[in-house]
DNA sequence: ATCTAATGGGTTACCGATAACCCTTCCGAT
DNA sequence: ATCGGAAGGGTTATCGGTAACCCATTAGAT
């Protein structure tokens, strides 16, 4: 492409008259054209200082005419500040995290600010890339999912280069920061009280790896709920795995190996349900009829997904919102010196996917 | 917060000791800590001109101990070029255009690049904050999905500016530009054949808003094929409509009124087809006993949703990937002056949204 | 008529990085 | 011994915008 020299080309006998590509046109080339200095542009641009309704017309007038659009960049590098949050999920398939996302944008616009979107794929060197991203484009802050333990080391490097963030639905340990999660313990405990409440005594946990703390806290939900429910606490019944579909394949095998077979599974989250799902299936084996399973969240769709799981159901609009919220809060100086943690509940869903135990 | 005045309080005797938050690192800070000069640190950054081993090692070790991140805004203020580019899509939360999202995210990053997500609601006032975002973030492409015909002006502002754009899924008349598409019309061909060999022939369309290019070309299709299985067209049966599960409260309603009443439907995409599913069954229709359904694409889950919409599915992954290759390309000079268009083709997918007509 | 202060706007330096150009030093060739 | 050029690295200007400071006018107060 060819960059013209100068603006004046553009210059025609009936005004300024854009057409084609004229290259980056800036205050300079504005003042030039209103006969006024580049700051009384930028003045005008942000309101500041003191101008005459006279210029401030005729440069409004020229910036619309040579179409102006002002340089993120160069703004940036001066004032510091980008006006951009970045959201960073673990991934952007699931539901959950698009929903997340509609609420964290929406809540960004309402504020004044964009969202660079990015997906770490529950992958730490993915999410170390884009931490990296992150910390080169001096975005004002991070709105992200911690995709696990080793995100400990990338969340300091938010920390010493000054970013503030926000961490989403997991929290990581030894790192103490604002957060939005859910409230796991309950959920757990309302999914196994409703399980119990059918008749289950033989109730499995395929939780994700230990290496989240949501897994952990549903782990931890789990144990307290077998003794609230006075049922036998059996470390066979407890599986970890990983978060993808073809994870559950295995899952599903052992726990059909397993004597007796447990009646009923509680998913680590909404993935993994469908796989073991899936998996049962494959083997023939009826959901709910001979296990039932429960889990978090919400696959959307859901009057056409049969069986509809069972599910505390957390709030995924909210944690976008509150987090992105909570997040400028902080970036502005609206908070506490002292990190806040806000723990949002969820709601029994329940579904098709349980039903009494076989007997 | 407070702010370090200089990079000197980090020094420890055991070296350089980052602790807390240190301000922002320049290479100048680099540079004064290896006794080089801020150019040489530059070169070293970017593996250009001539340096030596050693001065090359010990500006990598300061690099390294003072955490230095490069400012992308500095430099993409003097190179002209930031290395990011922008995903413009109408539904973030439609799993054709998340799928989108996935296979643009990995494409762009293989080849260097960054990707910006944007989600302009299919509202085209969204759509222009968004592409002045675009604009004055000076990103170096954009691949969007035009929100509709309205987009002409914002497609024109993004040429005007010299920034690269590839439409994606929809065309906009009276632009011509590179452009990643599905082939609307064969897909409706595929569909419209299948209901046919089923014993349809009051078929309706239910299209989605004409002001959309793939919306016509449905509506194209629709009348080729009724004409190719020796059917009427008839106006009566199609119905301009909106895009938004709510917007097929009406459609439905209309549809019923009929005499006599279509035994068919073909929904302009995976969210009407969905609307309809439902508005049909609060009314007690049954799908597809009283009235068969087909679509475009996929809301993925195959396996759990019931009943499966008839459809003919578009590469979605395909398309995100190839829109950022095809973008890329012309970023880099590497395509060739006219526009390249690529249409994409669908595949028919039969599932249990279709059956024989009611007799 | 003089002083004061508000009004309107220009100058200069700087944000962090890189391009373009320049200057040593040192080595081998003649 | 002299010269050419490669190696290694420093200086300066610049990208586009804004903060801080400065300088004319003009209007109102006394």
Not at 219 to 235: D, I, S, T, V
Request: proline share 4%.
């Amino acid at each position: 492409m060819m960059k013209f020299g100068t603006i004046n080309l553009l210059l025609t006998s009936n005004g300024y008259q854009a057409e084609g590509w004229y290259g980056m046109i800036t205050i300079y080339d504005i003042a030039k054209h209103a006969n006024v200095s580049a700051m009384t542009v930028s003045r005008v641009i942000n309101n500041t200082g003191r101008i005459s309704d006279k210029t401030r017309m005729k440069v409004r007038q020229v910036m619309a005419e040579l179409n102006y659009v002002p340089n993120a960049m160069a703004r940036g590098l001066v004032l510091q500040k980008t006006n951009i949050v970045s959201l960073l999920v673990t991934d952007i398939t699931n539901p959950f995290y698009t929903t997340v996302a509609r609420g964290a944008e929406d809540a960004a616009r309402s504020l004044g600010y964009k969202l660079l979107l990015g997906n770490s794929d529950e992958n730490a060197e993915k999410e170390k890339e884009y931490i990296d991203t992150i910390l080169s484009t001096r975005v004002d802050g991070v709105l992200l999912t911690p995709a696990g333990d080793d995100s400990k080391g990338h969340l300091e490097a938010l920390t010493l280069h000054g970013t503030p963030y926000v961490a989403l639905d997991r929290d990581v340990p030894g790192i103490l920061c604002d957060s939005v999660v859910g409230d796991s313990i309950s959920g757990v405990r309302k999914l196994i009280d409703y399980l119990v409440s059918l008749g289950h005594q033989h109730v499995a946990l395929v939780g994700g790896t230990f290496d989240v703390s949501t897994a952990r806290q549903r782990h931890q939900g789990f144990k307290e709920a077998m003794e609230a429910n006075r049922l036998p606490y059996n470390e066979e019944l407890v599986l970890q795995t990983g978060y993808r579909l073809q994870d559950m394949e295995a899952a599903a095998e052992r726990l059909l190996s397993l004597s007796p077979v447990p009646t009923a599974v509680l998913a680590g989250n909404n993935v993994t349900a469908l796989g073991l799902l899936q998996s049962f299936r494959r083997r023939s084996i009826d959901v709910p009829g001979q296990i039932s399973i429960v889990t978090f969240d919400d696959l959307g769709y859901r009057d056409l997904i049969d069986p509809l799981f069972t599910s505390a159901v957390q709030p995924a609009y909210k944690f976008g919102e509150l987090g992105i919220q909570m997040l400028i809060d902080r970036i502005e100086g609206r908070s506490n010196e002292a990190p806040s943690r806000l723990v949002l509940q969820n709601e029994l869903m329940i579904g098709s996917s349980t039903g009494a135990p076989p007997q």
